[in-house]
């Protein structure tokens, strides 16, 4: 929505010199809660009016200013004061605002108590259907920006009333090619404490109708929170499309390109010749993040058995799946990748294979540029006359757009222990035990980024991939022999391809017995190379489910057991 460049409403407030800051009183009404509220209190301060401020946070140079804290118990028309105590990013105090016009508005993050199987109680933001977006979660309450002024001399508190309600979001429908589950799984629901599901969208074959009594491979593409299934559009680009600008990849009318390529995908999912088999785009967010990591965990639970032994059942049941560990294969980007790596590995009979692009840190050796084994503190590199900030984002040419450091500050602003639903926050929670409070045990000071050498111990015995690989290879190796590709750039922005070093001088380096796959790099390729060796990123990351089906065919004829389906799905 476009911000109107001038406000009916304009506030000025007035601080003095090192001795006041900007003070905010926000509440909200009984027409938008009738009943007492816990969350997180944010303020978003912007100096730019073309949009509102709750959609100009981010990790890049341009991002605006937010100031977050924790709230319990907030009654309708009580006043909560958002003042130089609330922590800020990328400016840390309300009392180092500059004199200036701003746009300012308050957004409260709702948060719902769980009882966990584990003892404690925590309070955490439910996903609710928008993939852990803080600015986009249905129920949010929120004000409409308004115009302030901060002058010095005076200060008096600006009030601020949320009384608009972010709606529900509808539930994606059915198609002839599409379809939806939502299962309610019993393992989450005994470790949350209140009722859990995991949905996947479902990707049907060419004449699934059609052919009853044909069985079908099963390809699970990882990956982030999926609204519905992505890049596949049964109909022609829209021609009336405003072109749009990505950002990430330099390019003009990005949109239509993922319109052109989605549409094409479709060509070639009907078109006569083409394997059928499903494909799913699992949803499994959390209450720390978009996903689970489709892992077992200490803080999120069974997430891995449910899907496991809940989920994949239902669907292959459901869409007539061949159900046996040689008929499926894994394969996904980023998160994705390493999800992709990771279930292959802890579930290593379910699946004949893993494509893992891209993979989020697969040995904390590289916890992007960390070492957390013998690094002291994450932020720094430090010597003994001097420190030096670690990068945490950069492109090829290697230019930093944000230090390690800024990245952290991001998400404690968001939400403190660790409930930012950001990356850093969940890769704690994923990979770390419960804390002393019942929330994930940090893996360094958010402040300060001093390392806690206990949890990475118990990150290195639990969910270093490489580390697992190698401690376990005489048992794991025979079940994974040829089932292991790993594909990331050289010039990856989050510094992933160092930890893929590692993996690879393991598993190239092991003969008893050998791996028998592959690990490429992309020269130069930034954040998520794939292994297309033609295509630039842009393109290539929208052909996941082609990519890689030559291969995933190649090896179930090489592998099928005596007697096993390879006819009924090649119609």
């Known amino acids: 929505m476009k911000m109107p460049r001038r406000f009916a409403l304009v506030l000025t407030i007035s601080l003095l010199p090192l001795a006041a800051a900007p003070k905010f009183s926000v509440s909200f009404s009984r027409d938008q809660s009738a009943s007492a509220l816990d969350g997180r209190l944010l303020l978003i301060v912007s100096t730019d009016p073309s949009a509102e401020p709750r959609m100009q ?3 890049s140079p341009n991002t605006q200013m937010i100031f977050g804290m924790d709230v319990d118990g907030v009654q309708p028309g009580q006043e909560m004061l958002v003042d130089e105590r609330a922590f800020g990013y990328p400016v840390r105090s309300l009392s180092e605002l500059k004199p200036g016009h701003y746009y300012v508005q308050a957004l409260l993050h709702r948060y719902e108590t769980f009882r966990l199987a584990t003892g404690y109680t925590v309070k955490l933001p439910m996903d609710r259907g928008e993939g852990q977006h803080w600015n986009l979660a249905p129920g949010n309450l929120y004000s409409k920006p308004q115009e302030v002024t901060v002058e010095a001399g005076k200060s008096s508190p600006v009030r601020i009333v949320m009384d608009q309600q972010i709606p529900p979001i509808p539930e994606p429908k059915d198609t002839k090619y599409v379809r939806h589950v939502r299962i309610k799984s019993e393992l989450l629901s005994a470790f949350w404490g209140r009722p859990m599901y995991l949905g996947a969208h479902v990707l049907a074959p060419e004449g699934f109708d059609e052919h009853p009594e044909a069985h079908y491979p099963l390809a699970v593409f990882h990956g982030h929170f999926p609204s519905d299934l992505s890049g596949f559009r049964t109909e022609p ?11 990430r990849f330099h390019l003009g009318g990005y949109n239509r390109i993922q319109e ?3 549409y094409a995908f479709y060509q070639q999912w009907i078109s006569p010749k083409f394997p059928r088999f499903l494909v799913i785009e699992i949803q499994h967010a959390t209450p720390y993040y978009d996903d689970s990591y489709a892992v077992n965990s200490a803080n999120m639970g069974p997430y891995g058995d449910a899907i ?14 061949i159900g046996q560990g040689w008929a499926r294969f894994l394969y996904g980007g980023s998160t994705g990748g390493w999800e992709a790596l990771a279930v292959q590995m802890f579930y290593p009979e379910h699946y004949n294979g893993t494509f893992a692009a891209c993979p989020d840190p697969v040995d ?14 994450a932020y720094f590199m430090e010597g003994p006359h001097k420190r030096v900030a670690q990068p945490g984002m950069r492109d090829y040419l290697g230019h930093v757009s944000a230090t390690l450091q800024d990245l952290n500050d991001y998400e404690l602003a968001l939400g403190s222990q660790g409930r930012s639903g950001e990356q850093w926050d969940i890769w704690q929670a994923v990979f770390s035990p419960v804390g002393k409070d019942g929330y994930p045990a940090e893996i360094w000071d958010k402040m300060t980024g001093e390392i806690h050498p206990d949890i990475a111990g118990y990150w ?5 991939l490489s580390y697992i690989l190698k401690r376990d290879w005489s048992t794991l190796g025979p079940k994974l022999r ?3 590709h790993i594909y990331v750039g050289s010039a990856d922005n989050y510094f992933l391809n160092d930890a893929v070093y590692y993996i690879e001088d393991f598993l190239k380096g092991t003969t008893d017995p050998p791996y028998e796959g592959e690990v490429k790099y992309g020269d130069r390729a930034e954040h998520c190379w794939n292994g297309d060796p033609a295509l630039a990123n842009a393109i290539s990351r929208l052909h996941y489910n082609t990519l890689y089906l030559p291969k995933i065919l190649e090896r179930m004829e090489k592998t099928a057991p005596p007697g096993a389906d390879l006819t009924s799905w090649r119609y």
């Open 237 to 247: 680009p829209d021609p009336n499309l405003k072109p749009d600008y990505s950002d």
């Open 260 to 262: 052109q390529e989605a």
């Open 482 to 484: 040829g089932k292991i």
């Open 460 to 464: 290195r015995e639990h969910y270093d």
């Open 364 to 377: 904390f050796r590289a916890y992007t540029v960390v070492d957390i084994y013998k690094d002291k503190n």
């Open 308 to 321: 496991e032994t809940e989920l994949i059942p239902y669907i292959e049941k459901r869409f007539r799946g």
């Open 57 to 59: 946070i981010n990790n």
